[in-house]
């Protein structure tokens, strides 16, 4: 395997409109899509689990002194820091200093976590983890270096804090509402559980150990080294003041680092799932894959896109400045990073991460049409129908009237006028039907 000839062929030939999932003829090279977008900056890595890997920037730093961007750049790494850091509390769980189903108030010290009307909330490590825990909806926008609070009043909403009070809202365990004030309150709670500063604490458990030399969540860390520092730039290209801003919400967008060091990451959560990792369990590492709300798209820590020949993990981040991704697809073993200096970065990643998926999509037998026929219950009150007519799948589903599906290569099937997208996965005991919105999949079972 040739990760810089693939790679410098693909970024070569990007797609720019990318919500087929398919390559168009319309394409354009990289540093095309970044004067298009006015992305200053963007950082590429790419690696397998047998210890390749191709890493490479494009454009410059921003700020006064401008530089190069390198591998060596390093970049707001967003929310993939709740990435890192869900890593980190699954160490400790593995160690038995946390456990995954025990009430946040077992650990918390600092801080207790309490409802709208003042009363303790009964919320789980693994809620956190998912945010299925119902905390306030909060996006952290950061501060300007002489104003950040700390994180105790970040949770209080008090001092210089701009964000509300971190509260109980929703009925925890009910539903997936993504926050960072989940990842605000596990900051907290292994610092206190542990006695150690959060961003000690995940450079001993996770950065060292997967030498991840280039990366930090201490807020310190652009400071003392900053011709290494990508600068952040709003939309539009104007640049952030003073650089970049400070996350005291360090767990949930306050790490620092490049594209090779996140791979890092992600090919060891590969690994770990794969039980070759002498740092994390199968078991823990599958549940970080597992979405924790049936049909999510989300399980401890990661965003997940089960699609069968299709799968990757990992996460995607956006602060004031920067956007990123970072994805393992472990059916091919190979993950990609991809890091960029401006908000208007996200079009280009997206186009990164279409040509990823293409390349490490891993071919799916179509099921023979005859043996899915029938019905198939996706809830008692919504049956969908089956049925061949001349050769073709016909789909019909509570009381509309029956369509004729699309067939792909890859063993889907598509809705013709709606954003729905079949497949049929064996079982023991016959197939199972998987319908896909709007990102989400559901399972259906044979009747």
């Not at 059916?331 to 293409?358: C, F, K, Q, Y």
């Not at 290569?409 to 809705?415: K, N």
Request: aromatic share 8%; with cysteine; net charge negative.
């Amino acid at each position: 395997m040739d990760l810089s000839a693939d790679w410098v062929s693909l970024l070569g030939h990007l797609d720019r409109n990318v919500s087929s999932g398919r390559l168009s003829p319309d394409t354009a090279t990289v540093t095309d899509l970044m004067s298009s977008y006015r992305v200053p900056g963007v950082s590429i890595a790419v690696g397998h689990v047998s210890g390749q890997v191709w890493a490479t920037g494009y454009g410059v730093t921003g700020g006064e002194t401008s530089t190069p961007v390198t591998a060596g750049t390093a970049f707001a790494a967003c929310s993939i820091s709740k990435h890192v850091a869900a890593f980190g509390a699954l160490l400790l769980v593995q160690e038995g200093v946390l456990d995954l189903d025990t009430d946040v108030d077992t650990y918390l010290t600092s801080w207790q976590l309490l409802d709208r009307a003042g009363r303790q909330s009964r919320v789980t490590v693994r809620q956190l983890l998912a945010h299925t825990a119902g905390l306030s909806d909060t996006w952290y926008r950061g501060y300007a270096a002489d104003r950040a609070p700390s994180l105790v009043q970040v949770l209080e909403g008090s001092g210089l804090t701009t964000t509300p009070p971190v509260r109980a809202t929703l009925l925890p365990g009910s539903r997936f509402r993504y926050s960072g004030s989940h990842y605000s309150v596990l900051q907290q709670l292994v610092a206190d559980a542990t006695g150690t500063p959060f961003e000690d604490l995940m450079r001993t458990l996770v950065l060292r150990p997967l030498a991840m030399a280039d990366s930090s969540f201490d807020r310190r860390f652009p400071h003392q080294r900053p011709q290494l520092v990508a600068r952040g730039h709003h939309v539009g290209g104007t640049r952030v003041p003073g650089g970049w801003r400070v996350q005291p919400e360090a767990a949930a967008a306050g790490l620092w680092s490049t594209p090779s060091d996140l791979l890092r990451l992600d090919l060891e959560i590969a690994r770990a799932a794969a039980g070759d990792s002498t740092l994390l369990g199968r078991d823990l590492a599958t549940e970080m894959w597992t979405p924790q709300i049936a049909g999510g798209g989300y399980g401890l820590g990661t965003e997940i896109d089960d699609r069968a020949g299709r799968r990757r993990f990992g996460h995607t981040g956006l602060n004031v400045g920067y956007t990123c991704f970072s994805y393992v697809w472990p059916d091919s073993g190979t993950a990609v990073a991809a890091m960029t200096n401006s908000e208007d970065g996200w079009e280009l990643l997206t186009s990164i991460r279409a040509a990823a998926d293409r390349r490490y999509a891993t071919d799916v037998p179509a099921a023979p049409l005859g043996d899915v026929t029938g019905r198939y219950l996706l809830r008692d009150d919504c049956p969908i129908d089956i049925a061949v007519t001349d050769g073709r799948l016909t789909f019909a589903a509570a009381g509309q009237p029956p369509v004729v599906l699309l067939a792909e290569p890859d063993g889907r099937h598509l809705h013709p006028g709606l954003d729905l997208e079949v497949r049929f996965r064996e079982s023991d005991d016959g197939y199972v039907l998987e319908l896909r919105q709007e990102g989400v999949t559901q399972t259906a079972r044979s009747q």
